[in-house]
């Protein structure tokens, strides 16, 4: 879920970044076609209609259709996180040998186990013979 999260979050600063807009066409009051653009682009459904004005003679564009656009963008504060890393050389060389190496040289290679010992024998129970008993 974390993973997905900040894919979706570098999508977005990288969209807001880049000048990605979301380009609506509405024809009067309804929406006639919606598109994601690079930036601002015209966007016509084909009704953009010449009417003849009668005083004039000029003739005027039809004035029902409108262009939308939504952006993402950043504010101009926006900085990248940066940060400086100090490592201790002890540290780094006492990190390596211990996990990177796994084993120091001072350590021995063979390592006995007892799980085939087994001890010898009781000659005598010495509860039994002494009647100490734990209860």
């Known amino acids: 879920m974390k993973k997905f999260v900040s894919i979706l979050l570098s999508v977005l600063l ?18 006639m076609l919606s598109e994601i653009t690079l930036g601002e682009k015209h966007l016509s459904c084909g009704m953009a209609m010449e009417i003849p004005d009668c005083d004039d003679g000029i003739a005027q564009e ?15 504060t ?11 050389k002890t540290f780094v060389a006492a990190f390596v040998s211990v996990f990177v190496v796994q084993r120091p040289d001072n350590y021995p290679t063979n390592t006995n186990f007892f799980a085939e010992y087994h001890p010898p024998p009781l000659k005598q129970d010495f509860q039994v013979l002494y009647e100490t008993f734990l209860i």
């Open 78 to 88: 926006f900085a990248k996180a940066s940060f400086d890393i100090d490592l201790n």
């Open 14 to 31: 990288l969209a807001s970044s880049s000048g990605i807009a979301y380009a609506q066409h509405f024809c009067g009051e309804y929406e």
């Open 62 to 76: 039809h004035d029902c259709c409108d262009n939308q656009y939504t952006q993402i963008t950043t504010d101009d």
